[in-house]
């Protein structure tokens, strides 16, 4: 069987992106002439849920190929202008630790109080919004998940990854409505909005809570 250079071209290039451990976009091939971008950003990005005090983490950090294979698993459910994609995984990914006042209330008891309260600072488009944040003396395994999150969107032109944006291939499947972007993924509730939307610190709707290890 005879197989085309264009075609070998992205075979050869996925080899070298998904299969490098780092370094380069992934192109995460989902079928029907699409694909998914996973930029080194955007891994970097997903691993800071890895300590407390932010937001919802992951058990133990996550990997480079963890995020890869949950693009893949995810990927066939991928179409039209893309969106937020929730999948489920045994044994537990990560911590919730994002919610209500209402809910942390209820969870945190005496511990929702004045002197457990923090300002915490999240980063937003590259801007700083500050939303209220709890300490409390309940262990991290209170507070596990089995739930992730990916949001994954059509590719924007003008926003692709440097070691991509000159590539054809790329910029034919992006015309054509078959190239797109993982933007983020992460842990728990899969409704929470952007943190620009949580309220600030004086009138939360919600609050970032920080377990005891």
Known sequence: MRISERK???????????????????????????HVLVSQWVIGHIQKHNEPGEGSVFKSGITEKEIVNLV??????????GGLYTLKKSGGVGYDLVMSPKEAKKILKKDYSKKNKEVVVKK???????????????SIEDFSTDAISLVIRPSNPEFLPDDVKEDDEILSCVESGKSYSLLTAFPGNPDIPPASQWGGTSSPSYVVIIPDS
Do not use: F, Y
């Open 124 to 138: 937003e488009r590259g801007q700083d919004v500050e939303v209220l944040g709890m300490r409390t003396s309940l």
């Open 72 to 81: 893949k698993e995810a990927g066939n459910q991928v179409q039209g202008d």
């Open 8 to 34: 070998l071209r992205r075979v050869i290039r996925g080899m070298i992106l998904e299969g490098s451990g780092g370094g380069g976009t992934h192109v995460v091939d989902i079928g029907g002439g699409s």
